[in-house]
C-alpha cells in the first residue's frame, strides 16, 4: 500500500509541474512581445478542463483534487489572459472572439449537465465523462502540431518543455492507476486528476 501513496504523490507532484511549464513559453512571449510558439488554444481548452474537474472535485468533496484543478484552471487562465494582453490590438480580433465563443460552448456544455441531470452520481459520471472527451483533445492537440511540423519541415509549435512535462504527467497517471488497478484513472489520464 505505501507503494501506492509515494505513486499517489509523485503523480499529484508531476501534475502540478506539467501545470507550472507554461511558465516557459509565457515569460518569453512576455519579454519579446511575440506570441509564436505559445499554445493558446493548449491553455484555453485547459482552462475548460479543469474548470470542469474542479467542479467534479468539488461533487466528489476531494480536497487534493479541488486543490489540483482549482491551481491548474487559475494557472491556464492566467496564461490566456497573458496572452490576450501581448496580442492586444495587434492581433486578430475574430481569433480572440472565436476563442472565447468556444470557450463558452464548453463551459455550457457542464452548466448544462449540471443543471439538466438531477441524480448527483449520474450528474458526476456525466461531468467526468465529458471532462474526458475535452482531456482527450487536449492530449491529442500537440500531435496535430507534429503532423503540421513535419510537413512544413520546421520546430515551431509547442514548446519543449510543455510535452516533456505533459509526457511525465501522463506516464505516472497511467503507473498510478494501474497500481490501482483502475481503468478510469490511467485511460482518462492527467489534467482531469481523476484518482
Request: aromatic share 12%.
Given at each position: 500500500?505505501?507503494?501506492?501513496?509515494?505513486?499517489?504523490?509523485?503523480?499529484?507532484?508531476?501534475?502540478?509541474?506539467?501545470?507550472?511549464?507554461?511558465?516557459?513559453?509565457?515569460?518569453?512571449?512576455?519579454?519579446?512581445?511575440?506570441?509564436?510558439?505559445?499554445?493558446?488554444?493548449?491553455?484555453?481548452?485547459?482552462?475548460?478542463?479543469?474548470?470542469?474537474?474542479?467542479?467534479?472535485?468539488?461533487?466528489?468533496?476531494?480536497?487534493?483534487?479541488?486543490?489540483?484543478?482549482?491551481?491548474?484552471?487559475?494557472?491556464?487562465?492566467?496564461?490566456?489572459?497573458?496572452?490576450?494582453?501581448?496580442?492586444?490590438?495587434?492581433?486578430?480580433?475574430?481569433?480572440?472572439?472565436?476563442?472565447?465563443?468556444?470557450?463558452?460552448?464548453?463551459?455550457?456544455?457542464?452548466?448544462?449537465?449540471?443543471?439538466?441531470?438531477?441524480?448527483?452520481?449520474?450528474?458526476?459520471?456525466?461531468?467526468?465523462?465529458?471532462?474526458?472527451i475535452l482531456?482527450?483533445?487536449?492530449?491529442?492537440?500537440?500531435?496535430?502540431?507534429?503532423?503540421?511540423?513535419?510537413?512544413?519541415?520546421?520546430a515551431d509549435?509547442?514548446?519543449?518543455?510543455?510535452?516533456?512535462?505533459?509526457?511525465?504527467?501522463?506516464?505516472?497517471?497511467?503507473?498510478?492507476?494501474?497500481?490501482?488497478?483502475?481503468?478510469?484513472?490511467?485511460?482518462?489520464?492527467?489534467?482531469?486528476?481523476?484518482?
Open positions: 500500500m505505501e507503494a501506492i501513496r509515494v505513486m499517489e504523490a509523485l503523480t499529484l507532484f508531476a501534475t502540478l509541474v506539467m501545470y507550472l511549464t507554461g511558465i516557459v513559453p509565457c515569460y518569453r512571449m512576455y519579454k519579446s512581445r511575440s506570441t509564436k510558439n505559445v499554445p493558446f488554444h493548449f491553455f484555453l481548452l485547459g482552462t475548460v478542463v479543469c474548470l470542469g474537474r474542479f467542479h467534479y472535485s468539488l461533487m466528489l468533496g476531494n480536497g487534493v483534487l479541488i486543490f489540483l484543478n482549482g491551481f491548474g484552471a487559475l494557472l491556464q487562465a492566467f496564461y490566456v489572459l497573458l496572452y490576450i494582453s501581448v496580442v492586444g490590438s495587434k492581433g486578430p480580433s475574430w481569433f480572440i472572439h472565436l476563442s472565447v465563443i468556444l470557450y463558452d460552448a464548453a463551459l455550457g456544455t457542464y452548466r448544462c449537465l449540471y443543471n439538466n441531470i438531477e441524480d448527483k452520481s449520474a450528474r458526476a459520471e456525466a461531468l467526468g465523462t465529458a471532462s474526458s482531456t482527450t483533445v487536449l492530449l491529442v492537440l500537440p500531435a496535430f502540431e507534429v503532423v503540421n511540423n513535419i510537413r512544413n519541415k520546421n509549435g509547442m514548446p519543449a518543455v510543455m510535452l516533456t512535462g505533459g509526457i511525465i504527467c501522463s506516464l505516472c497517471w497511467i503507473m498510478y492507476g494501474v497500481m490501482l488497478n483502475d481503468p478510469v484513472v490511467y485511460v482518462r489520464l492527467p489534467i482531469e486528476g481523476t484518482v
